[in-house]
């Protein structure tokens, strides 16, 4: 059984920075996508950035290019997600997600999900 379970949330100042992890396991992900997403209150969830296992294809909503980046860690399974320059708006619920196969920003593509991790950035 798959398990996403992600950490590294809190409270930051505008301009600030985080780094959310999150811990894969359960299967072997080599042909998995892993995807970042948010959901902040009254709003869809949305795109945030992914990266294939087995490549360095990475991926990102135009918003958070150059700020955020993505990386990953094959031996210990944790994908990453480097947030800087953190604005207001940032403000969400993080999850980690992930899929089989190729690259997809529609979340309703993606099979296994995180608890979530909050985000929250002062102004």
């Known amino acids: 059984q798959v398990q996403l379970v992600e950490s590294g949330g809190g409270l930051v100042q505008a301009g600030g920075s985080l780094r959310l992890s999150c811990v894969a396991s359960?299967?072997?992900?080599?042909?998995?996508?892993m995807g970042w997403f948010r959901q902040a209150p009254g709003k869809e969830r949305e795109f945030v950035a992914a990266?294939?296992?087995?490549?360095?294809?990475?991926y990102y909503t135009d918003s958070v290019k150059g700020r955020f980046t993505i990386s990953r860690d094959n031996v210990k399974n944790l994908v990453y997600l480097q947030m800087n320059s953190l604005k207001p708006e940032d403000t969400a619920v993080y999850y980690c997600?992930?899929?089989?196969?190729?690259?997809?920003?529609?979340?309703?593509?993606?099979?296994?999900w995180g608890q979530g991790t909050q985000v929250t950035v002062s102004s």
């Open positions: 997600a992930a899929k089989y196969g190729m690259y997809s920003r529609s979340y309703d593509s993606y099979d296994h």
């Open positions: 359960g299967r072997t992900f080599s042909s998995y996508t």
């Open positions: 990266i294939r296992w087995s490549s360095t294809s990475t």
